[in-house]
């Protein structure tokens, strides 16, 4: 943070960062339970993974889950095929998503800065990185259910400065176009979780390999 803003003075640096300190504790928190439940609950295939496997099924992962965020299709409860993109995007793709997050911090876009830090931060329980091992189906969308809320937060601020840049009923117009669009997908996504049975028929439809 001091490298961020060299200038700044101490009492002014230690209000700018309270706030985000402060989800230090119920973070935390979440750790120890998600640690404790996920013992109830084994994976179909578990691998042991070396210190270099878990750092690069980590960022393979994190490249998927911000695929799957940036372009959700076809969604899948959970994704059992495995990942065949270089290692070496999705190294580039982890750079310039911290990039993102140094820059905007630095043009004086805290709040967007702190929900993409906080969609990475809460994602590290689900890695390979974290958990040191490798499971079948290392893609799943619950595990993007808690993280999701940073890039909420992150898309809150970027609207406020739209709309300070292009005015209200522009801004409008866009969410408007995207709330409907959306609104549409989650409808149809929501009839596929009435039973099991239809969620894996439409599982399957979408994506094959989560068939087998």
């Known amino acids: 943070m001091p490298l961020l803003h060299p200038g700044e003075a101490l009492r002014a640096r230690l209000r700018r960062v309270a706030s985000v300190v402060s989800f230090a504790v119920p973070f935390g928190v979440y750790l120890i339970f998600r640690e404790g439940l996920s013992r109830y609950h084994t994976p179909t ?5 070396t210190d270099v496997g878990s750092l690069r099924l980590t960022l393979l992962s994190f490249h998927d ?22 290692v070496s995007v999705a190294a580039l793709v982890a750079a310039g998503y911290a990039a993102a997050i140094v820059v905007a911090w630095r043009r004086g876009a805290e709040g967007i800065a702190a929900g993409l830090l906080f ?3 809460a994602l590290v329980p689900s890695t390979a990185a974290f958990t040191g091992r490798g499971a079948a189906q290392v893609m799943a969308e619950r595990y993007l259910y808690l993280p999701s809320v ?6 809150a601020f970027a609207l406020r400065a739209l709309v300070a840049r292009v005015g209200g009923r522009p801004t409008a117009a866009i969410v408007g176009a995207l709330a409907v669009a959306l609104g549409a997908a989650t409808h ?13 028929r439409a599982d399957a439809e979408a994506h094959p390999p989560t068939a087998t």
Do not use: K
């Open 45 to 49: 295939v578990t691998l042991a993974l």
């Open 150 to 155: 940073g890039l909420t937060l992150a898309l």
């Open 65 to 86: 889950w911000l695929g799957l965020l940036a372009w959700p299709h076809p969604l899948c409860a959970t994704r059992t095929d495995t990942i065949t993109h270089a």
């Open 119 to 121: 969609f990475a931060v």
């Open 188 to 200: 149809a996504r929501n009839e596929a979780w009435h039973s099991h049975m239809q969620l894996f």
